[in-house]
């Protein structure tokens, strides 16, 4: 495992709240890469707020699940819609 990786290690992730502490987490020990491998969903509100801290502090999101890859590419192109009008 890369040094600047950071695992989450949960099926499911439905809460804005962990997913932040998760982030903050991974940021306090210089981790600039989250590893979703384990990652099997997210509701909408966690893509949403993976998309705004990636984006936010430059966080690379890797081996997403197909699902979870599917819900943050949505999210993603939502918000790119959202910020062009």
């Known amino acids: 495992m890369d040094t600047n990786e950071w695992v989450i ?4 992730l439905s ?3 962990f997913v932040s502490n ?3 987490a991974a940021r306090e020990n210089e981790c600039g890469v ?3 491998e384990q990652v099997e969903f997210v509701s909408g ?4 707020e993976l998309v705004h801290l990636a984006t936010t ?4 999101l890797i081996n997403k699940q197909d699902m979870v890859a ?7 192109e939502r918000r790119e819609r959202v910020s062009a009008e």
């Not at 502090?57 to 690379?60: E, F, T």
Request: hydrophobic share 40%; no cysteine; charged share 30%.
């Open 9 to 12: 290690e949960r099926e499911s």
């Open 15 to 17: 809460t804005r709240n």
């Open 22 to 24: 998760e982030i903050e």
């Open 34 to 36: 989250i590893n979703l």
């Open 45 to 48: 509100a966690v893509a949403d």
């Open 57 to 60: 502090h430059d966080l690379q």
């Open 70 to 76: 599917e819900m943050i590419n949505m999210i993603h």
